[in-house]
């Protein structure tokens, strides 16, 4: 049986930048099912030859390999273009000659076909219509299709609805991977392991002993050339709806029975689903804020008030986490590129110390900071535990220590690219780490109502506070945690991060 990748958006930049790279590693490695082939679809009007001459010049700058092009000329083969219009059905006829011409080469009769949306999903509806109307990809037979979508999967719940609905005409819910990046990244799924395999955490993974949690994905990149992509689908769409609420799902799920995709997206469901929905309270649960010079970016209005940087306070109404709240926040053009999720631990609830060091003369040192866990997710990887001890000496003074764990330590192998995992689960079949229809629709309900506030806010001509690029966000932001007795852990990368770029 012949696998065979077909990309719908061949010149776009994700199929450049990471599909063809991450195919291209796992050829390399030997990973890919054998015969694959890969078939490119756009408009313009290329040969193979030149498609596979123009990703060679692009993926070659960012390759440090010295066997690149020995492995490339190798890969070059099993990738095929073709050129056509996803609204013209016919196409789709073609599109059917075109990979029997590939069996036939490679000698089988047979293929597993995998679409790939790496199109605008304005077009989605299209293709999807298209799929149905030429009998191409069929739910009937869920071993031999299945389908590859990237974000954002509706614009809200609504058009999320009316998206899987369509899908389901043609597949199976098993046959469809919507892509989440996120999910795909090593130190994402290590939180599986840190939690679930592993005794002395998840003891303490409660509302007993977190004060709160935050999860923090900023980027140090402005907007750039995405202005109206970002004008039209805002942060919340873009990052929260999907990043920050999957690593809020992992972060607070309970333990699945076995690690399997129905087990894994039942209980990210669940968190979903108990996540208290705002509807009446967006003012005390929302920050808002845009980097000065956002409006300057190519394509974005002269007056936008779209933010380019939110915070959000969530609180799951369950057992576990009733009363712990979930600080999200993301932004861009921000002091540094982080993602990382800060597990903040209560104070101990008597604090002992204190007539001894009265009794010594010396200053107070009460008051101590709970421990902290931070698990970094990137740009470097690692986890660090600070805790207490003591200053050496005759009395009781306490400083802060920490354990780190780097992944950077751990054997020399790079940590692969999230699409690499990604792609091999969709050719195995295996959707644990891909969003699940109810999944996206849960989301959708907890984002719905900060976004029809913005909307509104911008309707209503009401001035956005502005924050300076390199900055950790709006004055605003650092004010409403001081409020609530708390504050954000503005910090850079620490664990594993080259000298060059300073302090932190
Ligand atoms: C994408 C968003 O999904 O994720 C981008 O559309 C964002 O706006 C990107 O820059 C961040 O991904 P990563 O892996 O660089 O954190």
């Known amino acids: 049986m012949m696998n065979v990748l077909i990309i719908f958006g061949a010149s776009g930049d994700l199929t450049s930048r990471k599909i063809i790279p991450a195919l291209f590693q796992l050829f390399s490695e030997k990973k890919l099912p054998k015969p694959f082939a890969v078939i490119g679809i756009s408009r313009t009007r290329f040969t193979s030859a030149e498609w596979r001459k123009q990703l060679k010049a692009s993926i070659q700058k960012t390759m440090k390999d010295p066997d690149f092009s020995r492995d490339w000329d190798q890969f070059e083969s099993i990738i095929h273009y073709f050129s056509g219009d996803v609204k013209n059905p016919e196409m789709f006829f073609e599109l059917n000659c075109f990979i029997k011409e590939i069996q036939k080469e490679n000698g089988e009769k047979n293929a597993e076909i995998v679409y790939y949306l790496a199109v605008a999903p304005i077009l989605y509806t299209q293709i999807i219509q298209n799929f149905e109307k030429t009998g191409l990809a069929a739910k009937d037979f869920p071993d031999k299709y299945g389908i ?11 058009s999320a609805e009316d998206l899987n609905r369509q899908l389901h005409s043609v597949f199976q819910e098993n046959q469809i991977f919507r892509i989440d990046h996120y999910l795909g990244k090593e130190t994402v799924n290590n939180i599986f392991a840190l939690r ?3 005794t002395i955490f998840e003891p303490l993974w409660n509302r007993d002993y977190i004060e709160h949690i935050q999860i923090t994905v900023n980027e140090s990149l402005p907007v750039g050339r995405r202005g109206p992509f970002y004008e039209s689908t805002g942060i919340l769409r873009d990052m929260f709806q999907n990043h920050l609420l999957q690593l809020l799902s992992i972060t607070a799920m309970e333990p699945p029975a076995q690690f399997d995709a129905k087990f894994v997206r039942d209980e990210k469901v669940k968190v979903l689903r108990s996540i208290r929905k705002s509807k009446y309270e967006i003012e005390k649960n929302m920050v808002y804020g845009q980097y000065v010079k956002y409006r300057e970016e190519q394509g974005v209005h002269p007056d936008s008030l ?10 799951i109404d369950n057992w576990r986490w009733k009363g712990v709240p979930f600080y999200l926040r993301s932004g861009k053009s921000m002091s540094c590129q982080t993602s990382q999720i800060l597990i903040q631990y209560k104070k101990p609830p008597h604090w002992i110390f204190e007539n001894e060091i009265q009794r010594k003369r010396e200053k107070s040192s009460s ?12 740009p470097s990887e690692g986890i660090r535990l600070n805790f207490l001890s003591k200053v050496p000496g005759t009395i009781m003074l306490f400083q802060n220590s920490e354990l780190t764990f780097s992944f950077g330590n751990y054997g020399k192998n790079k940590l692969p690219e999230a699409y690499q995992r990604l792609l091999l689960d969709v050719f195995s079949g295996d959707p644990s780490l891909f969003a699940r229809n109810d999944e996206v629709e849960a989301a959708w309900d907890i984002i719905d109502p900060f976004q029809n506030y913005i909307d509104s806010a911008i309707r209503r001509n009401i001035s956005i506070p502005l924050y300076e690029s390199g900055s950790w966000g709006p004055s605003a932001s650092d004010l409403w945690m001081q409020k609530q007795g708390r504050t954000w852990l503005n910090l850079c990368p620490i664990i594993d991060r080259p000298e060059k770029n300073g302090s932190y």
């Open 367 to 378: 008051d101590p900071e709970g421990n902290s866990l931070l698990i970094q997710i990137q």
């Open 306 to 315: 779209v933010p380019t940087f939110i915070a959000l306070r969530l609180f």
């Open 148 to 158: 590859i979508l990237e974000k954002p999967f509706g614009m809200d719940r609504q």
């Open 196 to 198: 679930f395999a592993n």
